[in-house]
């Protein structure tokens, strides 16, 4: 019979995943960005903090073990995250608002938030159902060692969340975000433009 306790280090491998499927969500808005000049509106950068706060609860059950406090972060950053794409949904859904951004698979990238968002939650809330993960591994009570996918979710999320927030900066220019960008205004100011 197989055993279907969650133990650290299989919640380890699971919170490495959650990591990896925000950063995977960062990156692809951090994609057409860059590849096609859509610059978020506050709204959506709002929206990438949320989901750089929910991963920052997924990383720190992959860094330091799982702790209650962990799903905690990841929750909150969700509920916030959901609220900002809700917001951003219902300006948008009325006839004859318009639309911002371009549409993936047939939904914007703020209704997929929402979507992404209220997943992450119950994902958290499932997660915390198993409590044999919060016991320690051994009795030194030090978390299961980082494995290979651990330290790979946890370095592209680095990477892409240090991204978003310099282009973030770039965009802004030290000032407050346009509602509608088209342009980096650090760049611009630094360029003379």
Do not use: K
């Not at 019979?1 to 499927?21: E, K, S, V, W, Y």
């Not at 989901?51 to 997924?58: I, K, S």
């Not at 016991?135 to 969340?161: E, N, Q």
């Amino acid at each position: 019979m197989t055993d279907l306790r969650l133990t650290p280090d299989r919640a380890q491998a699971l919170n490495a995943l959650g990591l990896a499927g925000c950063s995977a969500i960062l990156l692809v808005a951090f994609g057409y960005q860059v590849a096609d000049g859509e610059l978020p509106c506050p709204l959506c950068i709002l929206q990438r903090a949320a989901f750089a706060a929910a991963g920052m609860g997924f990383a720190l059950n992959v860094c330091l073990g799982a702790r209650p406090a962990h799903y905690a972060i990841l929750v909150l950053g969700s509920v916030a995250g959901f609220g900002i794409a809700a917001r951003q949904t219902l300006l948008h859904i009325a006839p004859g608002t318009g639309v911002y951004g371009s549409a993936l698979f047939g939904l914007h990238f703020y209704v997929w938030s929402l979507i992404a968002f209220a997943g992450l939650i119950v994902a958290a809330a499932v997660l915390c159902l198993f409590e044999s993960q919060f016991t320690p591994h051994d009795r030194s009570s030090r978390p299961a060692r980082i494995g290979r996918l651990g330290l790979a979710s946890v370095l592209l999320f680095l990477a892409i969340t240090l991204a978003n927030a310099g282009s973030t900066l770039a965009e802004r220019g030290g000032g407050l975000c346009p509602d509608n960008p088209t342009r980096y205004e650090f760049w611009d100011s630094l360029f003379g433009r």
